[in-house]
T-cell receptor, first 118, second 114 residues
Framework: DAGVIQSPRHEVTEMGQEVTLRCKPISGHDYLFWYRQTMMRGLELLIYFNNNVPIDDSGMPEDRFSAKMPNASFSTLKIQPSEPRDSAVYFC????????????????FGPGTRLTVL | AQSVSQHNHHVILSEAASLELGCNYSYGGTVNLFWYVQYPGQHLQLLLKYFSGDPLVKGIKGFEAEFIKSKFSFNLRKPSVQWSDTAEYFCAVTSTSGTYKYIFGTGTRLKVLA
């Protein structure tokens, strides 16, 4: 398996531009997560999906951020308009359904997208 | 509310020294516990996990962790660190009931001096 795939790996844009980050989860995983990592705030969960349905978006910082998962193999995180404070590494992760055991299972992280907003 | 505390934010050790990183969680129910590692410039990857059974869990690269339920702790240990263990280490917790919630600690940055 190729693991979680993210694109682009690096993105440099100017303030006010729209940014779209893409993620392909591991096939068969029921959960998909978007995280943001910065030096100041550490690793923050932005939103997660279960079977393509957004379950918890309480971590999305503001209305400029939106995420979609149109099918089981693709998700996007969009920032419009982007601001310099959005500069961070954005990780996508996927996780299998845990079945009868309960609780979450291992999350498999993608390589991340390093976003720089000038 | 659930929370995860990692007390040591930065740790510096010499090679061959022993390592113990603290992790405490706040949650009254049954939990699953994880340690992840992030090497410089890379993504997080699983070191080890605990779901049930033997509270002493062994992971990759010689790491182990002990679940002490009475102390709500899941500390990570390694008897002898190597320069290649330089990384950031994250503890994470999920509950086994209710809403799926995956909570990461703030991380501990380990630097091993050669």
């Amino acid at each position: 398996d190729a693991g979680v795939i993210q694109s682009p790996r690096h993105e440099v844009t100017e303030m006010g531009q729209e940014v779209t980050l893409r993620c392909k989860p591991i096939s068969g995983h029921d959960y998909l997560f978007w995280y943001r990592q910065t030096m100041m705030r550490g690793l923050e969960l932005l939103i997660y999906f279960n079977n393509n349905v957004p379950i918890d978006d309480s971590g999305m910082p503001e209305d400029r951020f939106s995420a979609k998962m149109p099918n089981a193999s693709f998700s996007t995180l969009k920032i419009q308009p982007s601001e310099p404070r959005d500069s961070a590494v954005y990780f996508c992760a996927s996780s299998p359904f845990w079945g009868n055991r309960g609780g979450g299972d291992t999350q498999y992280f993608g390589p991340g997208t390093r976003l720089t907003v000038l | 509310a659930q929370s995860v505390s990692q007390h040591n934010h930065h740790v510096i050790l010499s090679e061959a020294a022993s390592l113990e990183l603290g992790c405490n969680y706040s949650y009254g129910g049954t939990v699953n516990l994880f340690w992840y590692v992030q090497y410089p410039g890379q993504h997080l990857q699983l070191l080890l996990k605990y779901f049930s059974g033997d509270p002493l869990v062994k992971g990759i690269k010689g790491f182990e962790a002990e679940f002490i339920k009475s102390k709500f702790s899941f500390n990570l240990r390694k008897p002898s660190v190597q320069w290649s263990d330089t990384a950031e280490y994250f503890c994470a917790v999920t509950s086994t009931s209710g809403t799926y919630k995956y909570i990461f600690g703030t991380g501990t940055r380990l630097k091993v001096l050669a």
